[in-house]
């Protein structure tokens, strides 16, 4: 079982960038693949990045593309999403998920194979 923390979100104006951190318990976190996600008010939760066990293979949203950078440090338990110029689109609740399922896909992007989620970090984008 893994549990994941979130932190670094805030408030921030367009154009700025903010780091995101997620922080896993356990010591087989290098077993998951892990993704981020993010819902606006309103609106479903949406897929924005993945990365593969390695942190070799990543994917991302069209919308994110160019902008955000997922990373982690298996050694430090920790998955990071760098986003850069933010839009006030990008306003919303950032989730970390962690994937164990068997599939043998690198990265996940469907949000019903993360078994794991934490408990979200607001990101505000002011215009």
């Known amino acids: 079982q893994v549990q994941l923390v979130e932190s670094g979100g805030g408030l921030v104006q367009a154009g700025g960038s903010l780091r995101l951190s997620c922080a896993a318990s356990?010591?087989?976190?290098?077993?998951?693949?892990m993704g981020w996600f993010r819902q606006a008010p309103g609106k479903e939760r949406e897929f924005v990045a993945a990365?593969?066990?390695?942190?070799?293979?990543?994917y991302y949203a069209d919308s994110v593309k160019g902008r955000f950078t997922i990373s982690r440090d298996n050694a430090k338990n920790t998955v990071y999403l760098q986003m850069n110029s933010l839009k006030p689109e990008d306003t919303a609740v950032y989730y970390c998920?962690?994937?164990?399922?068997?599939?043998?896909?690198?990265?996940?992007?469907?949000?019903?194979?993360?078994?794991?989620w934490g408990q979200g970090t607001q990101v505000t984008v002011s215009s």
């Open positions: 998920a962690a994937s164990s399922t068997p599939y043998q896909s690198k990265v996940v992007v469907t949000e019903s194979l993360y078994d794991y």
């Open positions: 356990g010591r087989t976190f290098g077993n998951y693949r």
């Open positions: 990365i593969s066990r390695s942190g070799g293979s990543t």
